[in-house]
């Protein structure tokens, strides 16, 4: 892995991952990918390369990565970046690749990892397939994996990403 980005790594392994799931006998129809902090990059990334992805939940993850090197410090993982996405696009760009497949933004946040409110609305307020909501996440998260999803493993599975698999 010496000189690939980490990030290329996380997704490759949740690609990976999504595949297995794609073996099981008991695993049927979409996945839905729950991130939280700075996984919630990883799952927005396999969200957008893999069809196989049902929706995407973003629970406390960065808006976007342009606020990043304004920011006079941030909290965010060095792992969540690779040398040069910012010429092509940023993430909420990468949101619109997952459409028209919903991406549904959770508590997002600032560089510090504090509420980004407003401004995450403002930066993707064109994306017909996202929704942005700051609710009491534990209650929506836990409420969330115990009744409209049916876990399909334990633990999370890859980087702090969960892997659910959708009632048909």
């Not at 129809?29 to 969200?47: K, M, Q, R, S």
């Not at 920011?71 to 997952?98: C, H, K, M, N, W």
């Not at 064109?126 to 998260?141: K, S």
Request: hydrophobic content about 40%.
């Amino acid at each position: 892995m010496l000189g690939k980005p980490v990030l290329g790594g996380q997704v490759y392994d949740s690609l990976r991952a999504l595949d297995y799931l794609g073996s099981r006998p008991d695993v049927g129809g979409g996945v839905v990918l729950v991130g939280d902090g700075p996984h919630g990059v990883i799952a927005l990334y396999a969200a957008a390369l893999d069809n196989r992805v049902r929706s995407v939940a973003l629970l406390r993850t960065v808006t976007d990565y342009r606020s990043l090197p304004v920011a006079d410090r941030y909290t965010q993982p060095f792992g969540i970046y690779a040398y040069g996405l910012l010429r092509d696009f940023d993430l909420p760009e990468l949101a619109s690749v997952v459409g028209p497949r919903p991406v549904l933004l959770l508590d997002p946040a600032t560089p510090l990892g504090e509420p980004a409110g407003a401004a995450a609305r403002d930066l993707y307020s064109g994306l017909p397939n996202l929704a942005c909501r700051r609710p009491a996440i534990r209650t929506t998260y836990r409420s969330w994996r115990r009744g409209s999803a049916a876990r399909t493993h334990g633990e999370p599975l890859n980087h702090g990403c969960s892997w659910y698999r959708l009632p048909p």
